[in-house]
């Protein structure tokens, strides 16, 4: 199984809280439990969620229509989640993590992001982050 860097870091994070990460053996789930709200672990500027989406689908060349149409919403809705002025769903939140081109390790994380369950989470998202194996013990 491989991870990203900032997986290991966004783990290392939780640990570091005194809070359970639990990931099934085949790397097929990942889930983070008892997550403060307070914990922030952005090694660059902070965006807020919104703010990243709008960069995201202006990095990947999609309007706010199109992003919408990918994730089954209105374009309008797309305008208010990146003005920060609305929070998706989670079933919205996920769609929009797929049509992100986002890995689907950090997918739940995202989704968690979005709903204001946790406050920061950028760092996780890097398509530039190297890779490294994981070994189970």
């Given at each position: 199984m491989y991870a990203d860097q900032s997986d290991l870091m966004f783990a290392s994070a939780l640990l570091q809280e005194k809070v359970a990460l639990m990931v099934d053996r085949d790397g097929l789930a990942a889930t983070c439990e008892c997550l403060p709200r307070s914990v922030s672990w952005m090694d660059s500027e902070e965006l807020s969620f919104g703010q990243w989406v709008r960069q995201r689908r202006q990095a990947l060349h999609l309007t706010q229509q199109q992003l919408g149409a990918l994730?089954?919403?209105?374009?309008e809705t797309?305008?208010?989640?990146?003005?920060?002025?609305r929070s998706p769903s989670p079933k919205v939140a996920l769609l929009i993590a797929q049509a992100l081109q986002l890995r689907p390790t950090v997918h739940m994380a995202f989704?968690?992001?979005?709903r204001g369950d946790i406050v920061h989470m950028p760092a996780l998202l890097s398509d530039n982050a190297p890779r490294v194996a994981l070994s189970y013990g």
């Open positions: 994730s089954g919403c209105a374009a797309i305008r208010k989640i990146e003005s920060d002025l989704v968690r992001w979005a």
